[in-house]
């Protein structure tokens, strides 16, 4: 795999059946929609958005994110593939993702997005064990999970998912155990997140009222060291700091954002970065769903923000993108697009005290600089 950027579609289906009380997606909670009405809506905004663009890039990643995508119709989710590929070439190994809730999990809608050409599954189980799952709001069960992820595994050629770390009342003895019962199914992707309070959640009210309590920085920072070790042991290093997978078989959809690469964002709350009228663009769309479909229907597309990123902050998008990966940025093109050097004596000192590693063509952040990178990136562009 080429470390180019590429060029990706990203699809937002915004409905899910509950919503966590940890999430602060743009995800709502809908008992009656006419779900291939919306789907006509994605297809009608991803043409209107790819009839902006300076070129037609091939597309090398597509991703339905949410939200909950598992609970769209596979024709749905078959009419935007199709749309897709009348608009933009495929690349030869273009990867199809679609995020999926265990409770959704069902081999006939599994096959109908298998066929309508999804070729990556990633799969939300979140916790290995039923009392941190009820606590986390979720509605599966471990087993449930299990068979969910068998499932994937028999009808996707691959397969991720995801875990929660640093949960409540969670020690690094029981957060060894779980991720070694998630390495012994052999897994070539994991996302593991550790759990954050997002403000505006019922989280951050019943943290802010001390009724659930998370594990302090330190224990934090030592389940993250633990992940890393273990992960390391069992073949599947980070690529980034909350990804881990075997060779070849990292997310490409998600490379693209982080070496900084140009994708089409669609659905209600989507967020995008496309080369329109001559200049790198951010877009946003609307993000309450009936207003989304709405706009689209009358406009064509429903975005409420398409405005031109300024040089100097492209630079440090790139920049606090790209220092997430093991690999790092390329220097150089961080320069370009600054128009200015980097300040090579803070470099020399942050790589001094074990922050950044730099050669010739990449500076990455260590492991010790990945654990406070918001603020290595503030030293390194202010």
């Known amino acids: 795999m080429s470390d180019a950027p590429g060029f990706a579609l990203y699809v937002h289906w915004p409905f899910c059946a509950a919503k966590c009380p940890y999430c602060d997606f743009n995800s ?11 789907g006509s809506g994605l297809v009608r905004e991803l043409e209107t958005q790819a009839g902006m663009l300076d070129a037609r890039p091939q597309l090398s990643s597509i991703f339905f994110g949410g939200g909950t995508p598992s609970l769209m119709p596979p024709q749905a989710v078959a009419g935007v593939i199709d749309a897709a590929a009348k608009l933009f070439s495929f690349a030869p190994d273009i990867e ?10 069902d081999a006939a809608r599994f096959a109908g997005y298998r066929t309508s050409g999804v070729n990556r599954l990633s799969l939300g189980v979140q916790a290995l ?34 875990l929660i770390y640093a949960r409540m009342g969670q020690t690094r ?18 996302s593991l997140y550790q759990l954050t309070i997002e403000d505006g959640t019922p989280f951050a009210a019943l943290h802010a009222r001390g009724q659930i309590i998370t594990p302090d920085d330190d224990e934090a920072a030592a389940q993250y060291a633990l992940t890393q070790e273990l992960c390391e042991a069992a073949g599947l290093p980070a690529y980034e700091i909350s990804n881990h997978a075997r060779a070849g078989a990292a997310s490409r959809h998600n490379l693209v954002y982080w070496r900084y690469g140009e994708y089409l964002g669609i659905g209600p709350g989507a967020h995008g970065r496309i080369r329109t009228r001559g200049a790198l663009h951010a877009t946003v769309t609307e993000k309450r769903p009936e207003e989304w479909l709405a706009r689209v229907k009358e406009k064509g597309a429903a975005l409420t923000q398409n405005e031109g990123i300024a040089p100097t902050d492209q630079a440090r998008e790139m920049m606090m993108m790209g220092l997430r990966l093991t690999e790092g940025i390329d220097p150089a093109r961080y320069e370009r697009l600054a128009g200015a050097p980097l300040d090579h004596a803070r470099i020399a000192h942050l790589a001094a005290e074990g922050f950044l590693e730099r050669n010739a063509n990449r500076l990455r952040a260590t492991r010790k600089g990945r654990l406070v990178l918001n603020a290595l990136i503030a030293e390194l562009v202010g």
């Open 96 to 105: 199809i993702t679609l995020e999926a809730n265990p409770t959704s999990a």
């Open 129 to 162: 064990n039923d009392a941190d799952l009820k606590a986390l709001g979720r509605w599966h069960s471990a087993d449930e999970a299990m068979a969910a992820l068998s499932l994937a595994r028999e009808t996707f050629p691959r397969v991720s998912f995801d």
């Open 173 to 190: 003895e029981g957060w060894a155990d779980e991720l070694q019962k998630a390495l012994a199914l052999m897994p070539d992707h994991l």
């Open 28 to 38: 709502h909670v809908r008992r009656n929609i006419d779900a291939m009405d919306y």
